[in-house]
């Protein structure tokens, strides 16, 4: 019995958790297909295609509280794939794509998941080829509250064709994920964990293309997660008039990457644990605008191992 109890504890404690998305996501065969999603109730709604064709607004639109999206495909929108405006909401096993704003030349924002911060939890989805970023929240700066982001893939990458007014080769996009805030009041809370982000690289739309762009008034928590093929794998953005980000990064690997980690404006708190970098690195650590006396913690750097492997096995559970 002891023996037994023994080798479940050790099951326990090497357990690997998984990076991106697992399984099947978005909507079934012969799901329904509408051209706008708006929630005003409580409820689950899954087993759906919401296709735009290209128009302006919210495919998705949600204004009520405890609701839950899943197994859903949502797409070709030139404005946001999901709207959150209610508390409580959960997005699991969707695919979200092809949020094709303006052109490439003439940048204009359309967001996979964007809105109101609250108590979100986005799980286990799919999310690409925004001509803004993959999730952002609050465009609007109005409001507080705590955003989870799970075993997610969140990228882009040169369209394959012609598409609304990109051209085939253009890379759309400006972020996997990018935070705005109230310049004041309760700091917003960022958790990002077992997420595999990459394709942020030029040529794109922007200059400083980033997986993660950290700011404001926003404390980050980023765990577990594999950045790969990116200009910058994480830019993290300390105190301006809106505030500074405050990242603690943990069990990271970072690949074919320009600069790893970006930290501007003197950043007051960022904590690095165990960070791992490829041998395709141009810049592990990069300081621009200074570099506090206090506040920043760096141990555990090392070198990571192959990608393939960690992408399969993901990282050892603590």
């Not at 204009?108 to 911060?117: L, P």
């Not at 490829?278 to 555990?300: A, C, L, N």
Request: proline share 4%; charged share 20%; aromatic share 6%.
């Amino acid at each position: 019995m002891k023996q037994a109890l023994f080798f479940l504890l050790t099951l326990a404690l090497h357990s690997q958790a998984q990076i991106g998305v697992q399984g099947t996501v978005g909507a079934p065969a012969g799901a329904k297909v509408v051209n706008r999603l708006e929630i005003t109730k409580p409820g689950v709604y899954e087993n759906l295609i919401i296709d735009g064709n290209f128009a302006r607004g919210n495919l998705v639109k949600i204004t009520a509280d405890n609701v839950t999206v899943r197994n859903c495909e949502i797409r070709h929108s030139a404005g946001n794939g999901i709207g959150i405006f209610g508390n409580k909401v959960v997005i699991e096993n969707c695919r979200i794509h092809h949020l094709l704003n303006g052109t490439f030349e003439d940048q204009q924002d359309a967001h996979g998941i964007s809105g109101r911060w609250g108590d979100t939890i986005i799980r286990n989805c799919d999310i690409s080829f925004p001509s803004g970023d993959c999730i952002q929240f609050d465009p609007d700066r109005k409001s507080t509250g705590k955003v989870v982001i799970e075993q997610c893939t969140l990228w882009t990458a040169p369209l394959d064709k012609d598409m609304a007014g990109f051209k085939a080769g253009q890379r759309p996009g400006e972020n996997a994920m990018d935070t705005k805030t109230m310049p004041d009041g309760p700091r917003c809370q960022l958790l990002i964990r077992n997420c595999h982000l990459h394709g942020w690289n030029q040529p794109a739309q922007i200059d400083n293309v980033a997986a993660l762009n950290l700011k404001e008034n926003v404390d980050a928590e980023v765990s577990g997660c594999v950045f790969q093929n990116n200009e910058i794998a994480l830019r993290v953005r300390g105190p301006g008039k809106r505030g500074g980000a405050h990242v603690i990064a943990t069990d990271c690997a970072i690949y074919d990457t320009q600069t790893g980690i970006r930290a501007e404006d003197m950043i007051e708190v960022l904590k690095l644990t165990k960070i791992g970098f490829g041998s395709d690195i141009g810049k592990r650590m990069q300081f621009v605008g200074g570099k506090s006396d206090s506040g920043i913690q760096i141990t555990g750097e090392q070198d990571a191992p192959a990608v393939d492997g960690l992408l399969k096995k993901g990282f050892p559970e603590r």
